[in-house]
């Protein structure tokens, strides 16, 4: 049973910055796309940033230059570095593993954005 494993949310500032790190039960990064989704209050889950194996990565619109995906496959984790935080992007953020029709979910990480 694969499991993915979230840490890093917490409470920051505006404009402050935070390191999300999802930690696989086994090698699944290095044969899997990794993606960091969202979910506000009252809204869909949305795509934040994904990195396939090959390492090609695709953002949201909405986080494209402030957000970068990562992943380091010894370790068998998949990071997303963000910078100059919003108060809009606070939300669960969840990652998923996925190839073909199977697919994976974290339990998600709590980001709260607020002065």
């Known amino acids: 049973q694969v499991q993915l494993v979230e840490s890093g949310g917490g409470l920051v500032q505006p404009g402050g910055s935070l390191t999300l790190s999802c930690a696989a039960s086994g090698s699944i990064f290095r044969f899997n796309t990794g993606a960091w989704y969202r979910q506000a209050p009252g809204k869909q889950r949305e795509l934040v940033a994904s990195?396939?194996?090959?390492?090609?990565?695709n953002y949201a619109i909405s986080v494209k230059g402030r957000f970068t995906i990562s992943r380091d496959n010894a370790k068998n984790t998949v990071y997303v570095q963000m910078n100059s935080l919003k108060p809009e992007d606070t939300a669960v953020y969840f990652c998923?593993?996925?190839?073909?029709?199977?697919?994976?979910w974290g339990q998600g990480t709590q980001v709260t954005v607020s002065s």
């Open positions: 990195v396939a194996p090959g390492g090609t990565t």
């Open positions: 998923k593993a996925y190839s073909g029709t199977r697919e994976y």
